[in-house]
C-alpha cells in the first residue's frame, strides 16, 4: 500500500472522525440551543397571551363591578316589586348594555330569583325579564352556588339553556352597605368570537389554554375538552388539564406546576415551565398564574415546529468545509456566525425576561440565527409595545377611577371624600401661612317632604338646580361640594368673616330668589365658620354643624356665622 493511499486514507478516517464529532456536537448544540431558546421564548409567549387575555377581560370586569355598585340597583334589588325602582333600574341597566364589549349584560335578583338579559341586538327591549332562576333546577345552581360561597368575582364558560347562548360570564355579586348580597349581575363574551381572538390565533407550534384555580380547561381551541359550568361540577367530573397529556408523569408534571404557582400566586408573574408529550410530539410547557382572574395559563410549544432541526443543517457544511481549509477558520467561522450571535441573543433574552427592553446590539450572520434574532427583535418590540400600552391603560383607569372616586354623580360637584381631603390640605396651609379659611355648610329645607310628595326624580332636580345656583354664586377659585342627601359644603379661601358672611348671605337669597322662578321654591339653611389656624376638621366641622343647626332653630332659610370669638351672627328673612 502507498504512502499517498495511506496519507488519503487517514486523511479520510481523520475527516470522517471529525466529521462525526462535529455531527455529534451539532445534534448536541443546536438541540441544546433550542430548548434554552424555547424556555425563554415560552416564558415570554406566556406573558404575552395572559397580557392579551387581561387587556380584554380586565375593562368588562371593571365596569361589571361598577354595575354592581351601581344605588339605583341596589335599591330596586331590595326592593324589586316597586315599579318606579324596576324602571330606573332597567335604564341603568340599558346605559350599562351600550358599554360593555358584547352590549349584554345580566342581573339577577336573589329575593325574587328574576333573571334579566338583554344583547347586542336589543332583542329583548322593554322585556328584559327573561326567568326565574330555579335552586332545583341543575342549569341554575351555578347562581346559587356562588351565592352561597359568597364569591364577589367570578368567571366561568357556561351554556345558558333558556337563553340558548354559551359565552364566557363575568359574574359580580351585588352587596348593600351592610354587606348582604342582593344578587349578581355581569355581562357574557361570546365563546366563538373570544376563542378566535384570543386562544386559537393560528400561529403554527404554539397551543394557548386557560384553566381556572382547580385546573378544569376553560378556554380551548378544541370546545370538546372545555369543562363549562364548571363551579357546580363536583371533583372528579371535571375536564381537567392531564386530559390533554397520556403519560402519567407529563399529567404529575403539568398539575405540580399549577400547584406550585398557587403556593405563591401573589401577583409576582413568576412562570413555571417543562417539557411534555402532546400527540406524540415533545413540547415545552409554561405556566403562569394570573391573580386578576384566578385562573392559569398554559402554553404549549412544539420546538421542532417554530424551530426545525432541519434548518441548521447547512450549519453542517459550514463545520466540514472549515475543517478542511482549517482547524482555524473553522474556530472563527464557529465564533463569529454561531457562538457570538447565540451568546448576545441569550444576552438580551435574559435582559428582555428581567424587564429591560434596552436591548444591546445583536450581531444578524446571514443564516437560521440571523433570522432569529430578527424574530427575537420583533417580538421584543411587540412586547415592549404591548406593554407600554397596558402601563398607559392601567394608569389612565387609575386616574379615572381616582377622580371619579371624588366627584358627586348626581351634582358633578366634588363629594365627601373630595371635600375631605380639600379640607385636609387647607387645614395644613392655613396653619402653614397662618391664615383663616371659610367653612359653609347648608342644608335644604325640609327636602324629605319634597321627596315624599313629589318623588325622588323631583329631589334629585332640586339637588342640581341647588349645585347650578351653588357655583353660580361662589369665587372661581372656591371649592363647592355635596356633603351627602340635601347637604352641601363650600370652601372658602382666602376668606375673613365680611366674605363668609357675604357670600353665604349671597347663596341663600340667590336659592330662595331662583327656585321661584323655577315654579318649585325652596330654601336653604346655612351654617358658616371661620376656620382659623390650628384647628382641626373635627373641630371646623362640630362649629359649622352647630351654627346650621341654630339656623334651623331659628326658622329656616336663615344664615349662622360663628366667629373666632365663639359668638354666633344669624341674618336671613
Given at each position: 500500500?502507498?504512502?499517498?493511499?495511506?496519507?488519503?486514507?487517514?486523511?479520510?478516517?481523520?475527516?470522517?472522525?471529525?466529521?462525526?464529532?462535529?455531527?455529534?456536537?451539532?445534534?448536541?448544540?443546536?438541540?441544546?440551543?433550542?430548548?434554552?431558546w424555547g424556555q425563554q421564548v415560552a416564558e415570554i409567549q406566556v406573558r404575552y397571551d395572559s397580557a392579551r387575555l387581561l387587556q380584554s377581560l380586565?375593562?368588562?370586569?371593571?365596569?361589571?363591578?361598577?354595575?354592581?355598585?351601581?344605588?339605583?340597583?341596589?335599591?330596586?334589588?331590595?326592593?324589586?316589586?316597586?315599579?318606579?325602582?324596576?324602571?330606573?333600574?332597567?335604564?341603568?341597566?340599558?346605559?350599562?348594555?351600550?358599554?360593555?364589549?358584547?352590549?349584554?349584560?345580566?342581573?339577577?335578583?336573589?329575593?325574587?330569583?328574576?333573571?334579566?338579559?338583554?344583547?347586542?341586538?336589543?332583542?329583548?327591549?322593554?322585556?328584559?325579564?327573561?326567568?326565574?332562576?330555579?335552586?332545583?333546577?341543575?342549569?341554575?345552581?351555578?347562581?346559587?352556588?356562588?351565592?352561597?360561597?359568597?364569591?364577589?368575582?367570578?368567571?366561568?364558560?357556561?351554556?345558558?339553556?333558556?337563553?340558548?347562548?354559551?359565552?364566557?360570564?363575568?359574574?359580580?355579586?351585588?352587596?348593600?352597605?351592610?354587606?348582604?348580597?342582593?344578587?349578581?349581575?355581569?355581562?357574557?363574551?361570546?365563546?366563538?368570537?373570544?376563542?378566535?381572538?384570543?386562544?386559537?390565533?393560528?400561529?403554527?407550534?404554539?397551543?394557548?389554554?386557560?384553566?381556572?384555580?382547580?385546573?378544569?380547561?376553560?378556554?380551548?381551541?378544541?370546545?370538546?375538552?372545555?369543562?363549562?359550568?364548571?363551579?357546580?361540577?363536583?371533583?372528579?367530573?371535571?375536564?381537567?388539564?392531564?386530559?390533554?397529556?397520556?403519560?402519567?408523569?407529563?399529567?404529575?408534571?403539568?398539575?405540580?406546576?399549577?400547584?406550585?404557582?398557587?403556593?405563591?400566586?401573589?401577583?409576582?408573574?413568576?412562570?413555571?415551565?417543562?417539557?411534555?408529550?402532546?400527540?406524540?410530539?415533545?413540547?415545552?410547557?409554561?405556566?403562569?398564574?394570573?391573580?386578576?382572574?384566578?385562573?392559569?395559563?398554559?402554553?404549549?410549544?412544539?420546538?421542532?415546529?417554530?424551530?426545525?432541526?432541519?434548518?441548521?443543517?447547512?450549519?453542517?457544511?459550514?463545520?466540514?468545509?472549515?475543517?478542511?481549509?482549517?482547524?482555524?477558520?473553522?474556530?472563527?467561522?464557529?465564533?463569529?456566525?454561531?457562538?457570538?450571535?447565540?451568546?448576545?441573543?441569550?444576552?438580551?433574552?435574559?435582559?428582555?425576561?428581567?424587564?429591560?427592553?434596552?436591548?444591546?446590539?445583536?450581531?444578524?450572520?446571514?443564516?437560521?440565527?440571523?433570522?432569529?434574532?430578527?424574530?427575537?427583535?420583533?417580538?421584543?418590540?411587540?412586547?415592549?409595545?404591548?406593554?407600554?400600552?397596558?402601563?398607559?391603560?392601567?394608569?389612565?383607569?387609575?386616574?379615572?377611577?381616582?377622580?371619579?372616586?371624588?366627584?358627586?354623580?348626581?351634582?358633578?360637584?366634588?363629594?365627601?371624600?373630595?371635600?375631605?381631603?380639600?379640607?385636609?390640605?387647607?387645614?395644613?396651609?392655613?396653619?402653614?401661612?397662618?391664615?383663616?379659611?371659610?367653612?359653609?355648610?347648608?342644608?335644604?329645607?325640609?327636602?324629605?317632604?319634597?321627596?315624599?310628595?313629589?318623588?325622588?326624580?323631583?329631589?334629585?332636580?332640586?339637588?342640581?338646580?341647588?349645585?347650578?345656583?351653588?357655583?353660580?354664586?361662589?369665587?372661581?377659585?372656591?371649592?363647592?361640594g355635596r356633603w351627602g342627601g340635601d347637604e352641601f359644603v363650600v370652601l372658602l379661601s382666602p376668606c375673613d368673616t365680611t366674605v363668609l358672611e357675604?357670600?353665604?348671605?349671597?347663596?341663600?337669597?340667590?336659592?330662595?330668589?331662583?327656585?321661584?322662578?323655577?315654579?318649585?321654591?325652596?330654601?336653604?339653611?346655612?351654617?358658616?365658620?371661620?376656620?382659623?389656624?390650628?384647628?382641626?376638621?373635627?373641630?371646623?366641622?362640630?362649629?359649622?354643624?352647630?351654627?346650621?343647626?341654630?339656623?334651623?332653630?331659628?326658622?329656616?332659610?336663615?344664615?349662622?356665622?360663628?366667629?373666632?370669638?365663639?359668638?354666633?351672627?344669624?341674618?336671613?328673612?
Amino acid at each position: 500500500m502507498s504512502l499517498r493511499i495511506r496519507i488519503l486514507g487517514l486523511a479520510a478516517v481523520l475527516i470522517i472522525l471529525a466529521a462525526s464529532a462535529s455531527w455529534l456536537a451539532y445534534r448536541e448544540l443546536s438541540e441544546d440551543i433550542i430548548e434554552r431558546w424555547g424556555q425563554q421564548v415560552a416564558e415570554i409567549q406566556v406573558r404575552y397571551d395572559s397580557a392579551r387575555l387581561l387587556q380584554s377581560l380586565e375593562r368588562e370586569i371593571g365596569l361589571a363591578r361598577q354595575m354592581a355598585s351601581s344605588s339605583t340597583l341596589i335599591q330596586w334589588a331590595q326592593s324589586p316589586d316597586d315599579p318606579a325602582l324596576k324602571a330606573d333600574a332597567i335604564r341603568q341597566m340599558e346605559s350599562f348594555r351600550s358599554n360593555f364589549r358584547d352590549n349584554s349584560y345580566f342581573v339577577a335578583l336573589r329575593e325574587n330569583g328574576a333573571y334579566y338579559y338583554n344583547n347586542a341586538e336589543n332583542e329583548f327591549a322593554g322585556n328584559q325579564y327573561r326567568y326565574t332562576l330555579d335552586a332545583d333546577k341543575p342549569e341554575d345552581a351555578w347562581f346559587f352556588q356562588l351565592i352561597d360561597e359568597g364569591r364577589d368575582f367570578h368567571l366561568n364558560v357556561n351554556p345558558d339553556v333558556e337563553l340558548g347562548v354559551t359565552k364566557l360570564w363575568i359574574d359580580v355579586l351585588m352587596r348593600n352597605e351592610q354587606g348582604e348580597i342582593l344578587g349578581m349581575v355581569g355581562t357574557g363574551l361570546n365563546l366563538d368570537d373570544f376563542l378566535q381572538d384570543i386562544v386559537d390565533i393560528g400561529q403554527e407550534g404554539i397551543t394557548t389554554l386557560f384553566v381556572d384555580f382547580n385546573g378544569a380547561i376553560q378556554l380551548y381551541r378544541d370546545r370538546n375538552y372545555i369543562d363549562f359550568a364548571s363551579i357546580i361540577k363536583p371533583e372528579g367530573q371535571k375536564n381537567t388539564v392531564d386530559l390533554l397529556f397520556e403519560d402519567p408523569q407529563d399529567k404529575q408534571q403539568i398539575l405540580g406546576m399549577l400547584q406550585m404557582l398557587k403556593q405563591r400566586r401573589d401577583g409576582t408573574g413568576a412562570v413555571e415551565s417543562g417539557f411534555v408529550t402532546v400527540d406524540g410530539r415533545k413540547h415545552l410547557a409554561g405556566v403562569a398564574f394570573l391573580p386578576t382572574i384566578g385562573w392559569f395559563e398554559i402554553t404549549l410549544l412544539d420546538l421542532n415546529t417554530l424551530i426545525p432541526t432541519s434548518h441548521l443543517w447547512p450549519l453542517v457544511a459550514v463545520f466540514l468545509a472549515s475543517l478542511l481549509i482549517s482547524l482555524l477558520l473553522f474556530h472563527f467561522i464557529i465564533q463569529s456566525r454561531i457562538l457570538r450571535p447565540v451568546l448576545a441573543l441569550e444576552d438580551a433574552t435574559k435582559r428582555l425576561r428581567g424587564g429591560n427592553f434596552d436591548l444591546p446590539y445583536l450581531p444578524k450572520p446571514d443564516n437560521e440565527i440571523g433570522r432569529l434574532v430578527d424574530h427575537f427583535e420583533t417580538m421584543a418590540k411587540r412586547v415592549q409595545l404591548n406593554t407600554r400600552d397596558l402601563e398607559y391603560q392601567v394608569a389612565h383607569r387609575t386616574e379615572e377611577l381616582h377622580r371619579l372616586a371624588r366627584i358627586d354623580a348626581l351634582t358633578g360637584l366634588k363629594n365627601r371624600r373630595g371635600l375631605d381631603e380639600l379640607l385636609e390640605e387647607e387645614i395644613e396651609r392655613a396653619r402653614r401661612d397662618d391664615e383663616s379659611f371659610g367653612l359653609i355648610w347648608l342644608d335644604i329645607d325640609h327636602f324629605k317632604a319634597i321627596n315624599d310628595q313629589s318623588g325622588h326624580q323631583a329631589g334629585d332636580e332640586i339637588l342640581c338646580r341647588v349645585a347650578l345656583w351653588l357655583k353660580a354664586n361662589v369665587r372661581p377659585y372656591d371649592h363647592p361640594g355635596r356633603w351627602g342627601g340635601d347637604e352641601f359644603v363650600v370652601l372658602l379661601s382666602p376668606c375673613d368673616t365680611t366674605v363668609l358672611e357675604d357670600i353665604s348671605n349671597r347663596i341663600r337669597l340667590a336659592v330662595e330668589q331662583e327656585s321661584l322662578k323655577t315654579g318649585a321654591p325652596v330654601t336653604v339653611s346655612i351654617g358658616g365658620h371661620l376656620c382659623q389656624p390650628g384647628e382641626n376638621s373635627d373641630t371646623i366641622l362640630r362649629q359649622t354643624d352647630r351654627a346650621l343647626y341654630k339656623a334651623k332653630e331659628q326658622g329656616r332659610n336663615k344664615v349662622c356665622i360663628t366667629r373666632p370669638d365663639e359668638t354666633t351672627v344669624s341674618s336671613g328673612a
